[in-house]
């Protein structure tokens, strides 16, 4: 573990936002940009986080989607799902479902016609992350690119004494995630035990650090006295805090702030990579 002053600089603790996205009274929360604006989460563009304890709506038929058919071009896109099964169609042919904890990736380049949701039943609970990331303006016309990725393909690294991490995109802990995305980015999922500590290294030449804290709280971020608490547990529409970016040299230390427990992990998502100018 790095001593204090090797520890990079916490640039901004902040409560993430609410976001309609689909134009009715659904709610997500989102992490960036409502708590860190484009230019420091850049590339990044969006972090929504939705959680829904009772879900309302299961599709009738195979074409029926509560996120209907819409247009992206341009960026990538990562849906990580932790709980609820994952549905996705597009206008590449490609139809299906993933199981969670799971993951659907797509390269949108010159253009994709996508629908979402409706594979879980009603009353079920439904908990994930879509993230969006910017591309080169040189890229930005691609051929478009899809992936699912089921429970088992996602690596899973182990930390501190008891806490582990899966890792979406870019190599972290020895292993590399799935999704390839056109801009080099690390996209890691933390699950930290109460009382556990956590530390590790950003890879040379990416200058952007993003940790998001969507369940439980953390403590002694950059060594020193930094808090980030949860804003909410169990309901999807309330605030959760986000906390970063930081810059150059090892991410801030986390400890789960609870007795040690390897049965009640908190949990963390953390985003780092190069940034890439406005396109």
């Not at 969006?132 to 899809?146: A, S």
């Amino acid at each position: 573990m790095a001593s204090s002053d090797t520890m990079m600089k916490v640039g901004r603790v902040a409560m993430a936002g609410i976001s309609r996205p689909f134009g009715d009274d659904r709610e997500v929360t989102q992490a960036f940009p409502s708590a860190c604006p484009p230019e420091e989460s850049d590339p990044f563009l969006m972090c929504d986080y939705f959680d829904s304890t009772d879900m309302d709506y299961e599709a009738e038929d195979e074409d029926d989607f509560p996120i209907g058919w819409h247009p992206h071009r341009g960026f990538d896109i990562a849906t990580f799902i932790k709980t609820g099964i994952g549905r996705h169609a597009d206008s590449l042919g490609n139809r299906g479902t993933f199981d969670s904890p799971g993951l659907q990736w797509m390269s949108t380049g010159s253009g994709v016609y996508h629908a979402e949701g409706g594979a879980n039943k009603v009353g079920e609970t439904m908990q994930g992350f879509q993230i969006w990331i910017n591309v080169p303006r040189g890229k930005k016309m691609e051929d478009p690119r899809y992936g699912t990725v089921q429970p088992n393909g996602l690596p899973l690294v182990k930390l501190g004494k008891c806490s582990s991490a899966r890792v979406l995109a870019g190599e972290f802990g020895g292993e590399r995630g799935p999704f390839a995305t056109v801009q080099p980015v690390l996209m890691v999922v933390f699950d930290v035990v109460h009382g556990d500590a956590v530390s590790f290294d950003v890879t040379d030449g990416f200058d952007t650090a993003i940790l998001y804290v969507y369940r439980g709280s953390l403590d002694g971020l950059g060594g020193g006295d930094h808090k980030v608490a949860e804003g909410a547990s169990s309901s999807w529409t309330r605030p959760t805090p986000a906390a970063g970016p930081w810059r150059s040299g090892r991410p801030p230390v986390a400890t789960a702030s609870a007795p040690p427990s390897c049965s009640s992990p908190g949990s963390g998502s953390t985003s780092r990579s190069s940034g890439t100018g406005p396109s």
